[in-house]
């Protein structure tokens, strides 16, 4: 099959980089000095056996990480970066990542060596198995496997253009095959860029070590291979097939997946999958773990892996048996040369890489030209490969401590702003808080849209939509436009006896002018009837005269075709968020507002206040900074003072009239502090509006009165997209997990399933003056 | 008590015209020639001893229509028509309403009046009750009941204004005796101004007849009084009740709620209610039917009434007790009075009309002035009043003519456009139909927000909020969410084996741009993520250039900031209706276009075909007019023509590219012809996405092939607000009752009571080339 030619064509050229990728990652917990964790795997990470993201390896420590398979490097490496930050704070508040791919110092004695503590009986045993024929200590090396599907169009594209193979499936399996068989023989040149694994710890070696250090001991025989006899073929399906029977039947293998090559065919999630579907997609084995990379692999990685095995498709091949063979040779030798020697195989390595930048030149591939100076750099110079980076690194201090400070680092990176979900960090915060517990728990997620918000959730065979983290299938779609629409809200809580401030609605300026005398004696409220974030609102606590009225009226239609006057309800405004007829959480929103030092300006106050880590912009933090902008400055005016007035010490300086979390404001939970009765009024509000997950606002004169007294309260509105995160990180007082609750409202069988194994490792930030 | 003084007060200025109005009015089924119907009561008005709106008072053909209880006389008269609306469209299609108080021509015999043949057989022997008593040809008589109440702040605040009375019901009882007894006193005013039933018909009186022309027969003692030894107290509620049981006991009333008084104190919808609840509102009894007009009474009647009372509140009253019975001597007077003379008292009601105009002043009413110059008219002007018009038109033919000929006009008016409700017009054509179909079926219609078609139903204790007539509680927000994100459809429909376009989605222009080789050698569309009646889409069928392509997505980008570039998918486009898993209608939509005749230009063409009263603008008909603008004259310019063309007979000009009924397209329906296994692909997808109410858009290529054929179909998008109307009304092919199946699946109710009782008479309206 003259692949050269036909990749060459023009109509397979938009296809060349469509591929899937899936990350397959190991990694050691250790504790905070760098040693092998002595704990559990967390208990919050639930579905333990079967967590489709978080998983144990070999040992109880070895932590391993599987990614969805992704249509795009990007979305590859940002799911891979989010099941990092879920592991990292889902584990003792003590424990990090170790982030080579040999392990930290190893225990003496073999058999403290811990197992990893599965449920299933035959995982166990299979580990057990492995353990007496390799031994616990090399089952402890980790590593990252890449899977690798070229795009179907790409393969149908491919097909069409060559009449030389009439079935499809066998094409396909051609495919996957020569490039297997090419890998093999060059997977040195992997070595020798990517090769991170110079030095072993302590105990790794039982009874004899290394000369000195290598580019990677677990690419070469010292890491885990099987035994020399283990030999298969790599010219079909069917006789790769016969061959690995014929090893286990020979009990060289205990069962096929135990054949630990440098690269597999793979036709699904099991073995037997290649018999039944043929290849589908292949698996990459021989990647050391990236010590430089918080995830252990860079993105320009995969770019190189996705060129390269282009590039192995386009390039001739040896045709003749030991072409793979000669290749395990090659690359013992690449491994086991000295970090900082250059390689033996110098000059083929250069041909390689201008035949690859030859075919990026040909097939026109959008793959940036710093790919090659990167990989000559690195080829002139092995100081600059990561074996090379590592072992210099290492012989300023030592190697573990190189590790224990990257793995610190790593640490703190996912515990400095733990509301975020990294990869995610462009999406709406509470959205990446939803995903967050949704990953902890075991649901599979699949962004649907990632502008949108709009997420699949699967577990088992129980799929929800989900938008925004609480926009559900619970929710009936006319109760969300009663919600969104004010006056009807009113109407339906007014026809069912609940206070709602009396009021209308008009369409004309001229229209309410002529109501004026409804309004004017009492305190109201003048306002477009779908009002963002408080524009056009005008409050009259002690009523209004004509002028006063009609700059309100202007103000508001400015905003919406349709402005609603109605009657203040004196008292504090609560944010209750009901689930389920079930009040989870009550906040106290206060405006922006700073304290007095006596010595700082207000300016110095507002920027201190900011340069907390919970303040951001655009939704992104918990909290929002303070502006000083006009209507701060109109707000401090009235009040007497200008930014750089100085307060004393202790007074608290409002710059805001609202109350938004968006303009500043301070969140308090109040949860604990509201009567019941109060709570029941928000509950049975949400529940005749027929509404599930709801944020109803309550205004309370005093919540030592029972709520069952005349105009105790009033009811201001009731949001069908309540913010969340607000509740999750308050300004003070306890977080409430709102996003865990709908998690568990939308699949009730986690619960049930964990029966009491309560969640007790969920990430909260104190802030501001708690701290 | 000084009403005078406290309605003076300020504080009670904004309250004075707000009120609670409710009308019951009865008009007799005619023939088309003005003979009484022969026919039962409408079988298409379901519930019918119980409709809320419309049922049958003492006889068969004798129809009373019910308002609901409104807050404004518009929204009393805007439901008064559509109540009317309803009972024309579904009485037979040969019937009309006779639009006089005085009843047709009767039979000669009395026995052949048939009592209402009602399914409660209390109210059957009530009714039998009446015949003895009164005879059943004075029970024929028609008129209007106008129900009142003062708006529960005005007599808060009056209330307030005073402290002669502590308590509040009594109060309130105080107010409604003072303009009662005053209303009694002084009602002739109204039965000069607008009595209306100066002649009787053939067989209304049996033995006797009057000397000639009278003002109001039904308001003199030839209509329906009780006889002369009732007599009820109107000086305290105790009194009024236990005279009133005392007559019951006499055997003088069958019971309470036969006294005939023009006015009556009410305390709810039962009798017993006034005992129980005190006087809650009052009933205005002795207006005739208003010939003129439509409904049977005006909306400056209503003002005047509402004025009147106002008016009877404040006027002083004479402090004896025949204050009352004097007014039955006055009104008798005024009633017999020939309807061309000059009242008896027309100083005193000259002096009344100048009281109501200084009150207007006073109290600062926005009234308009035209009503006291009107009322002054018809003072110096019999023939000016009610009376006198009716009397002066039937001079010239018949009453009976007169009253014919205003019936068939009325008729008309409701026949004319039958998908429009009334009163209602303003809103959108399939909310229209909703209201009139959820009438017709007895359910109780609230419009919670009319801007925003939000409707209340309530049928007994089940209430069901609906927006936009398929907006429901049935969906689940998210789903509707799927639908929303064409993109997050797309994949579902995917992800489940459904075939939909192959695209993808892009934020910039550049992306876009790179991607061309993605698109380029097939059909494909390129399109703004949401797009709005086909703004923004180009369709390539032949596949692009790079120019063509460009210019495209800056055309999309204009619309949208995210565009999908799609597969082309070649066939007929189809809409198909869902509800609740099942193909209710499948819709063909062809683009706008005339047919020639080989003699008109095409722009003639088009206006003959707009003239059609099934074309307008805005959806408030069931297809729209086509356009001749700049769209339209270059898809013209592209086939050789131009507007001046005069194609050739039979030839069809297609004059856009796009099929939208909003651009003029038509509509046919091919429910009947599309196969089963089409509508099983649109009910599994509809389905997958979770939804009950959908409009899903299937491309065929054609329909004979099956639809399990590769590539048999494709699916475009998925509507969770599908236009009902246009299935409603198409140009071509049967009608489907979306609006009727929508509300039996919302209240399965109806059908189960319903049994088999089909749904006969909902009114299509035929259109086009068909007429």
């Known amino acids: 099959m003259d692949f050269k030619k036909i990749l060459a064509n023009d109509r397979v050229k938009s296809y060349l980089l469509k591929a899937r990728y899936g990350i397959e990652k190991e990694s050691h917990r250790v504790d905070l000095s760098g040693n092998l964790a002595k704990t559990d795997h967390p208990k919050s990470i639930t579905l333990k056996d079967d967590h489709p993201y978080i998983q144990r390896d070999f040992s109880e420590t070895q932590m391993e990480f599987i990614t969805p398979v992704m249509e795009t490097l990007e979305d590859l490496f940002h799911y891979l970066a989010a099941i990092h930050d879920v592991a990292y704070r889902s584990m003792d508040e003590n424990e990090m990542l170790w982030p080579l791919s040999m392990p930290p110092q190893l225990p003496e004695k073999e058999e403290d060596i811990a197992i990893a503590k599965l449920e299933n009986i035959k995982k166990f045993r299979y580990r057990q198995t492995l353990s007496q024929s390799y031994g616990r200590r090399k089952q402890m090396v980790s590593g990252i496997h890449f899977n690798f599907e070229f795009g179907e169009e790409l393969i149908q594209a491919l097909f069409s253009l060559q009449s030389e193979i009439k079935d499809y499936q066998q094409f396909k399996a051609e495919i996957y095959l020569k490039v297997t068989r ?59 097939l016969s061959d690995l029977s014929l090893m286990v039947k020979r009990g060289l293998l205990s069962e096929e997946k135990e054949l630990y090559a440098p690269i597999r065919l793979r036709g699904g999630h099991h073995f037997s999958d290649l018999e039944d579907h043929g290849v589908q997609y292949i698996e990459v084995r021989n990647i050391d773990l990236n010590p430089f990379e918080t995830y252990g ?31 395990d040779f090659y690359n013992e030798i690449v491994a086991l040369e000295h970090p900082l020697a250059h390689t033996q195989f110098e000059r083929e390595a250069k041909t390689m890489i201008d035949e690859m930048e030859h075919l990026v030149n040909l097939l026109d591939l959008p793959i940036s030209d710093t790919l090659f100076v990167y990989l000559r750099e690195m080829l002139m110079n092995p100081s600059k490969t990561l074996a090379g980076r590592l072992y210099i690194e290492s012989e300023k201090s030592s190697q573990s401590q190189v590790a224990t400070s990257i793995a610190k680092q790593n640490y703190k990176k996912s515990w400095d702003k733990p509301y975020q979900l990294a990869g995610f960090t462009d999406m709406e915060l509470s959205t990446q808080i939803f995903m967050f517990d949704a990953i902890q728990q075991g649901i599979q997620v699949e962004i649907l849209d990632r502008q949108d918000q709009f997420l699949k959730l699967k577990l088992k065979d129980h799929v929800e939509y989900v938008k925004n983290g609480n926009m559900t299938s619970k929710d009936n779609y006319v109760s969300t436009l009663i919600m969104e629409n004010k006056t009807v809200t009113k109407k339906i809580l007014h026809q069912h006896g609940f206070r709602v401030p009396k009021g209308e609605e008009f369409q004309t300026i001229d229209q309410a002018l002529r109501s004026y005398h409804l309004f004017s004696a009492k305190p109201f ?11 056009g609102i005008s409050i009259f606590k002690d009523g209004a005269n004509d002028e006063d009225y009609q700059r309100a009226l202007t103000l508001a239609f400015k905003e919406d075709s349709s402005v609603i006057i109605e009657e203040f309800i004196n008292g504090t405004e609560y944010r209750f ?74 007074e608290i300086i409002y710059l805001r009239e609202n109350s938004n979390i968006s303009t500043g404001g301070d969140s308090i939970d109040v949860t604990d502090q509201i009567p019941d009765d109060y709570k029941k009024i928000a509950v049975d509000a949400v529940s005749v509006l027929g509404v599930e997950i709801c944020g109803i606002d309550l205004i309370i004169e005093n ?69």
């Open 182 to 240: 090419n890998y093999l023989h060059n997977r040195w040149l992997m070595t020798y860029f990517y090769g991170a694994s110079p030095i072993s710890e302590k105990n790794f070696f039982e009874y004899h070590s290394l000369n000195g250090a290598v580019r990677s001991i677990r690419g070469s025989k010292y890491g885990y291979v099987n035994s020399d006899e283990v030999k298969v073929s790599y010219s079909s399906i069917q006789n790769y």
């Open 297 to 327: 692999i860079s993105y320009e990685q995969g770019e190189f892996l996705h060129l390269f095995l282009l590039y192995l498709l386009w390039k001739d091949e040896g045709h003749y048996d030991e072409w793979g063979e000669m290749g």
């Open 525 to 535: 409220v003048v306002k477009p009837k779908t009002t963002n974030y408080g524009l």
């Open 577 to 650: 968020f009901v689930l389920n007829d079930k009040v989870y959480a009550v906040l106290l929103r206060i405006p922006a507002n700073v304290q007095g030092d006596g010595k700082h300006t207000i300016e110095e106050l507002v920027m201190r206040k900011n340069r907390d880590p919970v303040r951001g912009r655009d939704h992104r933090t918990p909290l929002e900074n303070i502006q000083l902008g006009e209507l701060e400055n109109l707000m401090l005016k009235g009040q007497g003072y200008g930014i750089d007035s100085i307060p004393q010490e202790g």
């Open 703 to 771: 919540t030592e009165v029972p709520a069952d007294h005349e105009n105790a309260y009033g009811i201001i509105e009731a949001n069908f997209n309540p913010s969340m995160y607000m509740h999750i990180y308050p300004y003070k007082g306890k977080s409430r997990r709102l996003t865990m609750h709908i998690i568990h409202y939308l699949f009730p069988e986690l619960l049930q399933s964990q029966e009491s194994k309560s969640v007790k490792r969920v990430p909260v930030v104190k802030s501001g003056s708690q701290r």
